[in-house]
């Protein structure tokens, strides 16, 4: 069974950098897709990052030029560095892989960007 276990998360004040990290364990088997998703109380979750198994990357145009998202050869490891943080950054972002054409999720991590 596959399994997506985040970290990173925590509090920072405006302008800081986290650094959000997730692996996914249960699968031998490349992922097709790997990926960062954000939500809101009220709001849908949405996009922040997505990196396919070649390294293509794409960001909402509310991220693109602060967030950088990595991927680790081989391993079905991705990560998110958040540069240029702001307060509508705050929300629970959660990892996605999609392994074999299915989607699987973690658990969410807190992010809060105070200003």
């Known amino acids: 069974q596959v399994q997506l276990v985040e970290s990173g998360g925590g509090l920072v004040e405006a302008g800081g950098s986290l650094r959000l990290s997730c692996a996914a364990s249960?699968?031998?088997?490349?992922?097709?897709?790997m990926g960062w998703y954000r939500q809101t109380p009220g709001k849908e979750r949405e996009l922040v990052a997505i990196?396919?198994?070649?390294?293509?990357?794409n960001y909402p145009n509310s991220v693109k030029g602060r967030f950088t998202i990595s991927r680790e050869n081989g391993k079905n490891t991705v990560s998110l560095q958040m540069n240029s943080l702001k307060p509508e950054d705050t929300a629970v972002y959660y990892c996605?892989?999609?392994?074999?054409?299915?989607?699987?999720w973690g658990q969410g991590t807190q992010v809060t960007v105070s200003s």
């Open positions: 249960g699968s031998s088997t490349s992922a097709n897709y």
């Open positions: 990196i396919d198994s070649s390294g293509y990357t």
């Open positions: 996605n892989a999609v392994i074999s054409f299915r989607s699987y």
